[in-house]
């Protein structure tokens, strides 16, 4: 059972309830060996994901009023912090609760040891540009090295630059975000080619910075993080359907695949916001609104993109923060 009196006594004892969430996320993706089908794993897993979460909704509500200040005080820390010595730190766009175990097995059929360092929480809206202008104040494909760290931006496996020599690296990896971008209905097998992709440019960045200090195997763990989760819905039971009313006026604000939006944005200040607490659709920050929980909408078209992010959900709020090293 994903959520029980136990659990809930749990989170209300906890001196950091989203340590208590995140635990129990991490543990409906682990993984005793490395899926047959990749997509029906995701699917499945998914369904009990949607579920946990829905039911934290309704019983806890207060998780997302923590989420969202833990959100909004974010300034790129759990980055920069590990950014010391000659420390590599990848951040690896969109990377999710989803993968962490898939990860493990993967990295680890190539020689390297997978640890789960922990969770961070990331900033609200959960867009690339959010961590990145904290970081690079820019994009990331407009990066530049920093004063403090050597910056690079991979875009995907055949891309995969040199490392600097001597100095803490942050890189910028486009993946699985990208790929992720093109899953649709029709298309939905793409999320496996999006895992696939993820970790052939990992493990060649991870060789990268083994070779580029013989002390790496001893000392110099590498840092694997991301900047945002993702939503991920193929089925009705992956989302919560919004009420009418607020779908349409949802609509006219967000795309599909974009669950934030500027409060520029024609319609976007409109949006309900004095609905009852419990029954709040959408969370605002002081420039932007994004859609809460796992509320979304479908349609009858098989080119739905069937992954999305920006708004304030578990699964796009908490991020995993991995250490790797080589198997001696």
């Excluded at 820390?77 to 493990?104: C, M």
């Excluded at 997978?114 to 961070?120: E, L, Q």
């Excluded at 209905?185 to 999006?194: G, I, M, N």
């Excluded at 920006?310 to 080589?326: A, H, K, T």
Aim: hydrophobic share 40%; proline share 5%.
């Amino acid at each position: 059972m994903t959520f029980d009196a136990a659990f809930l006594q749990a989170l209300l004892d906890a001196e950091d309830p989203l340590g208590v969430v995140w635990e129990r996320m991490l543990s409906l993706y682990q993984v005793a060996a490395y899926p047959e089908d990749v997509v029906a794993f995701y699917n499945e897993r998914e369904a009990t994901l949607n579920q946990f979460e829905e039911a934290l909704y309704h019983g806890y509500f207060e998780i997302y009023d923590l989420l969202l200040e833990r959100a909004q005080q974010q300034d790129g820390g759990y980055v920069r912090q590990r950014l010391q010595g000659d420390t590599v730190v990848i951040i690896a766009d969109s990377l999710s609760v989803r993968e962490v175990g898939l990860l493990r097995q993967r990295l680890n059929e190539r020689d390297w040891q997978v640890s789960v360092a922990g969770f961070a929480v990331a900033p609200f809206p959960t867009l690339t540009e959010s961590l990145a202008e904290k970081l690079l104040g820019t994009n990331p494909a407009s990066g530049r090295d920093a004063a403090d760290f050597g910056y690079c931006y991979v875009a995907g496996p055949s891309e995969v630059p040199n490392l600097p020599l001597g100095e803490p690296t942050l890189v910028w990896l486009r993946l699985p975000d990208k790929e992720l971008e093109q899953v649709t209905v029709a298309q939905a097998t793409t999320v496996a080619d999006a895992f696939n992709a993820t970790v052939e440019t990992l493990a060649r960045l991870l060789e990268q910075a083994a070779h580029r200090d013989v002390r790496f195997a001893q000392s110099r763990p590498v840092i694997i993080t991301s900047d945002h989760g993702y939503l991920y819905a193929t089925a009705a039971n992956h989302y919560w359907s919004l009420p009418a009313g607020i779908e349409g006026a949802a609509r006219r604000v967000f795309s599909r695949e974009s669950r934030a939006r500027p409060l520029t944005r024609e319609g976007a200040t409109a949006l309900p916001s004095t609905e009852p607490r419990e029954q709040s659709h959408f969370a605002f920050s002081s420039t932007y609104v994004g859609i809460r929980g796992r509320f979304w909408w479908a349609s009858a078209s098989v080119n739905d993109h069937c992954t999305g992010h920006g708004g304030l959900s578990l699964v796009e709020s908490l991020v995993p923060i991995f250490s790797v090293v080589p198997i001696s």
